[in-house]
């Protein structure tokens, strides 16, 4: 029996949206023919199996949030992740770095092939894999490169290297066509022209859909960099997408960074219908000025499910406000920034720059080397809920936003932000933080990985617990997984070489439970892992990917 568009939307839903009451699941959702914002779905039958038996993760951080937590991992438990029971099982070669977060999806039928967990990962070299998840056979692996074309050159910038092909996450849909759809962004280039093409494959074979792929060109209102006639045009060549693809209400959305610092570039948020790939809206968020790119270090855009939450880089900022508080000119750069995608029109409904935001941009010290995390709504000392999210970048201070009323910007020295704790983080976040039963946890460069708790809505201003281990640049992105509210494991890289797999204890980061140096003769080692690499965890294993493959951890057979 095929499963429907609806049920299937429920099966992919955050798992901390669900309410459940007497054996009845109720999922909010935006009920516009009901005529209210917020609404409850009562489910049966069929609706509380799929919340319960939910296993795939389908873009990066496991949810649109971004919070990294899978709280259904029912295999891996804090007494089994040890160095005697738990190690590297395997690794899927692939013929390129992998740069974006391994995806997985359960049961899915390969024709000639049967019914396999399958592992999704997409490379610099412009490959995109399938894999059997628990065994590591080779599924099905595609190129996207047009006719004559090869993957990008790294540009003469470091940070993607040595080629530019996937960077970003992908995201999929097991609703879309037939069988479900991978959607993926691919740099290529002839010799003498770039591309940036959108792609959404078929999920059993590879194959192209929805008459993809499709170039990535889009123009928006401006005189900043690269303007002509009254517009700023997107340069294929002078950009990459390196943020995780978000899924929203049916839209695609794709946001695009620079190479290094190389100007002239300005910050692109666009967004294709996943059904047909035509562009449903643009926005430049820096488009009277220059550089403002989405960077968020591989993490992807946020959403609470209706609005766009993400950190933008250093860029020009017009500290001339009009009357409403926003800048005059429309140039957001270096702030924490909220898009509304109502009626396929992108626009900042609110924002939050810090008073000393143009000193920050000018020194290198912008948000943007990090990611925005979605909290989960939080009562705070007076009984009211408080919908938050939080954020922090290369100045070593963390942010917490109130997404109903962010801050905007004021000039005299006093950052009106629901909170702010300066100076915490030591080496500054080249990542992005995780959230799983009131703590989060941040791994900047230089420093401890740090787990910091919530108390009525607020975040204490030191940390709870840390590791021993220091991470080195660019820092870690911890993901966390979890059955239900026990045997939380935060896993997280170390970026040395070769890399390290670390697990902690989620309830005190000092106790550490694994790490892949602990067994005796290299048995864990599994390379290097990129600078953006992010574990996933799932149904008992850990996926890392390399620069060279997929890196499987797991219980060992005795």
Known sequence: MRVSRFSRQIQSSN??????????????????????RLSWLICFGLCVALASSATDVVTYHNDMARTGQNLKETILTTTNVKASLFGKLFTFPVDGVIDAEPLYLSAVSIPGKGTHNVIYAVTENDTVYAFDADAGTPLWHVSVLGAGESPSGNQGCGQITPQIGITSTPVIDRSSGPNGTIYVVAMSTNSTKYFQRIHALDITTGAEESGGPVNVAAKYPGKGDNSHDGYVIFDPAQYAERQGLLLLNGVVYTAWTSHCDDQPYTGWLIGYSESTLKQTGVLDVTPNGSEGAIWQTGTGIASDGKDLFFLDANGTFDTTLNKQGFPSKGD?????????PSNNKLRVVDYFNMSNTVEESQKDQDLGSGGAVVLPDMK??????????????????????????????????????????????GGG????????????????????????KFSKAKLATSPYSRSTASFTYPGSTPSISANGSSNGIVCAIEHTDPSVLHAYHAGHLAKELYNSNQAENQRDNFGN????????????????????????????KH
């Open 529 to 556: 892992a990129s600078h953006f690499g992010t574990p996933m965890i799932v149904n008992g294993k850990v996926y890392v990917g390399t620069t060279s493959g997929v890196a499987v951890f797991g219980l060992l």
């Open 429 to 452: 976040e080249w990542a992005t933080a995780a959230y799983y039963k009131g703590s989060v946890y941040f791994g900047p460069q230089g420093n401890n990985l740090l787990q910091f």
């Open 332 to 340: 957001y750069g270096n702030g924490f920034l909220k898009v509304s």
């Open 15 to 36: 798992p901390q949206n669900l309410r459940f009451d007497g054996g009845v699941a109720y999922l909010p959702f935006q009920a516009r023919r009901l005529g209210s």
């Open 380 to 425: 705070d000392a007076n009984g009211k809920f408080r919908s938050l999210a939080i954020g922090a970048g290369k100045d070593q201070n963390i942010y917490i936003v109130d997404r109903s009323n962010m801050g905007k910007f004021n000039p005299n020295n006093d950052d009106a932000i629901y909170q702010e704790i300066d100076g915490v983080l």
